[in-house]
């Protein structure tokens, strides 16, 4: 179970809801959301059992990991706040453990080419009207065996040892870079395009059932990827690409 007076007394203003289990914290957030939960609402778990991640895929949830989903009271689109999520996870990292992470298009860190976070930014309506978006976080802390699919792709960040400092410093931290960064938004998109290493790269991804293939080129104020290929310059919004293997 997440230390709840630790959370409290690291984020003192931020309305809090903590969990050992819970489906889902992006689905516990949006429920709160429409119930009335306030900017900055923060839902934390130790384990989710049904996780989820981009294009409905699960999201493995086990322990060790640190599960985490936001509530914005934002009309940026989901993402320009998946990009901000992005940055505020590398500086917490940083700022906490002196590590470096680096960015995968859209909604992915890495270390050592291999994914350690995970990212979901989802938009809440009530009708036609915005209430506001839920930025949901995974990020691999201490987990000590990825599941066998996962382990040529995914990594933890502390597999053999406890982390430096208890994972509700991790939650606090990302809180409040989070919140810190979203008045100035898209301001962090420098930092943002500085740690991508997708740009540069041939990358590969599906449009309609066709392979693609291009050179991608750009990441616009948006979060849009912009890519280069023998037909004319083509944009991505969203979506999955994966970075050409030599």
């Known amino acids: ?39 900055g609402s923060l ?21 060790g990991g640190l599960y985490m989903s936001l509530v914005l009271k934002s009309d940026l689109p989901a993402g ?9 996870v590398r500086r917490a990292v940083r700022q906490l453990t002196g590590r470096e992470l680096d960015i995968k298009w859209v909604n992915d860190l890495q270390e050592n080419g291999k994914k ?7 938009g809440v309506w009530q009708g036609e ?10 990020l691999n802390v201490c987990q000590r065996e990825l599941p066998p699919e996962l382990r040529s792709i995914a990594a933890s960040l502390y597999p053999d040892s406890p982390p430096p400092v208890p994972m509700e410093a991790f939650t606090a931290a990302i809180t409040r870079q989070a919140l810190g960064m979203l008045p100035e938004a898209p301001a962090h998109m420098a930092e943002y395009r500085a740690a991508c290493v997708t740009l ?12 693609m293939e291009g050179k991608a080129i750009g990441i616009d104020e948006a979060g849009v990827l912009m890519i280069e290929t023998a037909h004319g310059d083509v944009t991505l919004g969203a979506g999955e690409v ?4 030599l």
């Open 1 to 39: 179970m997440p230390d709840i007076a630790l959370l409290q007394a690291l984020l003192p203003d931020t309305p809090l809801r903590a969990y050992a289990e819970t489906t889902s914290t992006n689905a516990d957030a949006r429920a709160w959301l429409l119930a009335g939960a306030p900017h």
């Open 43 to 63: 839902v934390v778990a130790d384990r989710q059992s049904s996780g989820r991640g981009r294009l409905g895929r699960a999201f493995v949830s086990q322990a």
């Open 80 to 88: 320009v706040l998946t990009t901000l999520c992005a940055v505020a």
């Open 116 to 122: 350690v976070c995970g990212i979901l930014c989802e």
């Open 129 to 138: 009207k915005q209430l506001g978006v839920i930025a949901g976080i995974g």
């Open 200 to 211: 540069g790269q041939t990358v590969q991804w599906d449009a309609q059932g066709q392979p």
């Open 242 to 245: 994966s970075l050409k293997r």
